[in-house]
């Protein structure tokens, strides 16, 4: 079972949350500073838990990240980079939601060179949108539209 980071707890963390709790062997920590709001979305599942967790705490954020097989961040992009930077440290993919910022296209090379995926703009706008029209036109081709 692969144990997934998940920071943030904004509003596009519940649908990810619901689709890997339902179609993936994953386990969710949802890390967030308002733990109310991710044991809202976690909805006591067995596979999940809420974790509060400042991102301006370096050393909880490392933690955090260390421990984990993926990290998805959902925070504004300020943190993306910082976040980037452990996700290399210790081999571990990101996933985030923003635009790729100069700061994170300068990481590049060391995260090529040390076999570590950073994923970026699988937000709203270039990702979840397109996915969310995949998916519309596949239920028209279902219906035979």
Same mark, same amino acid.
């Given at each position: $079972? ?6 943030? #707890? ?7 949350? =619901?689709?890997?709790?339902? %179609? ?5 920590? $949802? #890390? ?6 991710? =044991?809202?979305? !976690?909805? %006591?599942?067995? %596979?999940? &838990?809420?974790?509060?967790? !400042?991102?301006? %705490?370096?050393?909880?954020?490392? @933690? #955090?990240?260390?421990?984990? =097989? ?5 925070l ?6 910082? @976040? #980037? ?5 210790y ?8 635009y ?6 300068? +990481? =590049?090379?060391?995260?090529?060179? /040390?076999?570590?995926? +950073?994923?970026?703009?699988?937000g ?8 969310? /029209? $995949?998916?519309?036109i596949h239920?028209?081709a279902?219906? &035979?539209?």
């Amino acid at each position: $079972m692969k144990k997934v980071l998940i920071l943030g #707890a904004g509003m596009v963390a519940k649908p990810i949350v =619901d689709y890997l709790l339902s %179609n993936a062997d994953a386990f969710i920590v $949802m #890390a967030t500073r308002t733990v109310e709001k991710a =044991d809202k979305i !976690l909805q %006591n599942r067995s %596979n999940s &838990k809420a974790l509060k967790l !400042l991102v301006d %705490n370096d050393r909880e954020l490392e @933690t #955090a990240i260390s421990e984990g =097989d993926i990290v998805v961040s959902l925070l504004p992009y300020r943190y993306h980079v910082k @976040t #980037a930077k452990y996700c290399i440290k210790y081999k571990i993919p990101l996933v985030t939601t923003s635009y790729v910022s100069k700061e994170m296209q300068e +990481l =590049d090379k060391v995260a090529s060179e /040390a076999g570590v995926l +950073l994923l970026n703009e699988i937000g709203l706008d270039p990702g979840i949108d397109h996915m969310s /029209a $995949m998916r519309i036109i596949h239920e028209v081709a279902r219906r &035979k539209g």
